[in-house]
């Protein structure tokens, strides 16, 4: 079985920095990875993901991350963050035999301060 | 039409009452889930329905109950609930539920859900 870990819990960062937030995963099997973003009081919003192909994937909101199948990790990086970017963002992954199941990682909060 | 709507946005109940949870799509999809979020945790799966059949039940305590009426209609029937059931009740589609590729999930805005 697969399982999710997203390294921070939580990443302060202030406005117009650069922001790297990590999830590494474990499977047996070939994966497909996902990037949600979750705003308060809202459902979960797919900001990108890894079917296969190029290992690195753009997203929206200018959100890019890499797929390294060696580190078995699909980090989430933006050059600029901005206010707007404040949110919980969740890392899952769904394996191949596994229908569409998701796992998700435990989540880490972007806090974007001025 | 890409989005999942979910009525009502919030709900507040006793541990007596009976009440239900409404999801819908029309996006065509054939795969509907529902998930249950705790407070800064990650959502969990609670069932799946697929071609209106339900396809996963998440070892769920039977006080949920779920609905598919028709391939667009997604309902989670409550009765007898805890104070611990309160959560952020999420409901999501996809395609179908065979597989990962081009076959993500949308999901809705949720319910918020408190038990007293």
């Known amino acids: 079985a697969q399982s999710v870990t997203q390294l921070d819990s939580q990443v302060p960062v202030f406005e117009e920095a650069p922001v790297e937030l990590r999830c590494n995963y474990s499977?047996?099997?070939?994966?497909?990875l996902f990037w949600y973003v979750q705003y308060p009081n809202q459902g979960l919003q797919l900001l990108l993901k890894y079917l296969s192909g190029s290992t690195l994937v753009k997203g929206i909101n200018g959100f890019e991350a890499e797929f390294n199948k060696s580190q078995t990790s699909f980090h989430l990086r933006k050059p600029s963050v901005h206010i707007s970017d404040t949110a919980e963002y969740f890392c899952?992954?769904?394996?191949?035999?596994?229908?569409?199941?998701?796992?998700f990682g435990g989540g880490t909060r972007l806090m974007v301060k001025p | 039409d890409t989005e999942v709507t979910q009525t009502p946005k919030h709900l507040v109940m006793g541990m007596t009452n009976k009440k239900s949870l409404k999801c819908e799509q029309h996006m065509g999809h054939r795969a509907m889930y529902w998930y249950k979020q705790k407070a800064k945790k990650p959502p969990e799966l609670m069932f799946v329905?697929?071609?209106?059949?339900?396809?996963i039940n998440e070892s769920v305590p039977s006080r949920f109950s779920p609905e598919c009426p028709n391939s667009s209609l997604l309902n989670l029937h409550l009765h007898a609930l805890q104070p611990e059931d309160s959560a952020l009740y999420l409901c999501a589609s996809s395609q179908d539920f065979t597989g990962a590729l081009n076959n993500e999930q949308f999901f809705g805005p949720g319910t918020r859900l408190t038990v007293l």
């Open positions: 899952a992954v769904s394996e191949d035999n596994a229908g569409n199941m998701l796992t």
């Open positions: 329905y697929s071609y209106e059949k339900l396809s």
């Open positions: 499977s047996s099997v070939s994966v497909y």
